[in-house]
C-alpha cells in the first residue's frame, strides 16, 4: 500500500481544513491509520489515529475538540478535518499506516507513510 496526502494550504487562524490521504493498494482496511506532524524545528507528533473498521479513534492532547479523523475503506481514503485552527498547528502534516489491531501513538510502529503535505495558519 502507498498513500498521498493533500488538502494542506494556508489559511487564517480560525478556519477549517480537511486534510485526505489516498491510498493504493488492495489491503487498505488490513491497516491502522494515523496521522502525524511536524512543524519546523520539532520533531513529528502524534495527531490522530484511527482502526482499521474506523470505529475507535485515538486523538493526541493538542488537537482533542478541533480535530476529527473518518476513513473510508471503499474509496482507500482517511480524512482529517482540522477546525479552529491555531498557528502553532503550522507544521508538515503525514499520514501513516501500520499492520495490526492497536493505534499507537509512537511513528515507530507505523509501516508506510505518505509524503506530506504543507499547513500553514497565519495569525
Known amino acids: 500500500v502507498q498513500l498521498q496526502a493533500s488538502g494542506g494550504g494556508l489559511v487564517q487562524a480560525g478556519a477549517s481544513l480537511r486534510l485526505s490521504c489516498a491510498a493504493s493498494g488492495r489491503t487498505f482496511s488490513d491497516y491502522v491509520l494515523g496521522w502525524f506532524r511536524q512543524a519546523p524545528g520539532k520533531g513529528r507528533e502524534f495527531v490522530v489515529g484511527?482502526?482499521?473498521?474506523?470505529?475507535?479513534?485515538i486523538y493526541g492532547d493538542s488537537v482533542k475538540g478541533r480535530a476529527s479523523i473518518s476513513r473510508d475503506n471503499i474509496k482507500n481514503t482517511v480524512y482529517l478535518q482540522m477546525n479552529s485552527l491555531k498557528p502553532e498547528d503550522t507544521a508538515v502534516y503525514y499520514c501513516?499506516?501500520?499492520?495490526?489491531?492497536?493505534?499507537?501513538?509512537?511513528?515507530?510502529?507505523?509501516?508506510?507513510w505518505g509524503q506530506g503535505t504543507l499547513v500553514t495558519v497565519s495569525s
Open positions: 484511527i482502526s482499521r473498521g474506523g470505529r475507535s479513534t
Open positions: 501513516a499506516g501500520r499492520v495490526g489491531t492497536t493505534i499507537l501513538a509512537a511513528q515507530e510502529y507505523y509501516d508506510i
